[in-house]
């Protein structure tokens, strides 16, 4: 079946580092992939999406692009901000009726 | 985009009770999600539950431990029945967006924790 696999964290950063969360996934069909941030007491929100190999989803500094050939699609920041930390989830769905697949989620902090 | 209400957002259980979670959307919906968020892991869907019908569930997840009703286009209910320490967990509805986009809204979700 589906799934999708994405880095381990904690992932602590310091203000203005690069930000890198890997995510792979495997699907029989063409899926779209998304990723969904859940900053503290707050419910999962859409950060950005990729409907089609080779797009580019971005969104708040955030970029990922769909890479059909290594099946992955790696969430970026150049910059971050304190304010940016959260939990990371990144997330495939394969048909349109609102089933996903989730990875385990990756928490991030930033220190000032 | 919607906008959804779980009712509790918290709330702490004994074993072998049940809770009801409700959930609201601010607009009609066709379709609307059960997940389950366990500590450290990531979100499961339990079922899927259209208006009218019975709701659907994944493998792993059963109607007599987790029945939903799904009464109208903007409400849902899960029960956690008779529960365990182990169903002490975020409960998430979600709701799918504007056809074809293939997104998901998330409530703030319930959590659960049962002693």
């Known amino acids: 079946g589906d799934s999708v696999t994405q880095m381990e964290g904690p992932v602590t950063l310091s203000e203005e580092a690069f930000l890198t969360i890997n995510c792979t996934y495997t699907?029989?069909?063409?899926?779209?992939l998304f990723w969904y941030v859940q900053y503290p007491g707050e419910g999962l929100q859409l950060l950005l999406k990729a409907t089609k190999a080779d797009d580019k989803g971005s969104n708040k500094g955030f970029e990922a692009t769909y890479r059909k050939e290594t099946t992955s699609f790696h969430l970026e920041k150049g910059s971050v901000q304190v304010s940016d930390s959260a939990v990371y989830f990144c997330a495939l769905s394969d048909d349109s009726w609102g089933k996903f697949q989730f990875g385990a989620g990756t928490q991030v902090v930033v220190t000032p | 985009s919607a906008v959804i209400s779980q009712k509790p957002s918290r709330d702490i259980c004994q074993r072998g009770t049940s809770l009801t979670i409700q959930c609201q959307v601010d607009s009609q919906v066709t379709m609307m999600f059960w997940y389950r968020q366990q500590p450290g892991q990531s979100l499961t869907l339990i079922a899927t539950a259209n208006q009218g019908s019975e709701a659907t569930y994944e493998s792993g997840f059963v109607i007599d431990k987790f029945p939903i009703s799904r009464p109208n286009l903007t409400f849902s209910t899960l029960t956690v029945s008779n529960m365990s320490p182990e169903d002490s967990s975020i409960y998430l509805c979600?709701?799918?967006?504007?056809?074809?986009?293939?997104?998901?809204?998330f409530g703030e979700g319930s959590r659960l924790t049962v002693l």
């Open positions: 699907a029989t069909g063409y899926p779209s």
């Open positions: 979600s709701v799918e967006g504007a056809l074809g986009t293939g997104e998901l809204f």
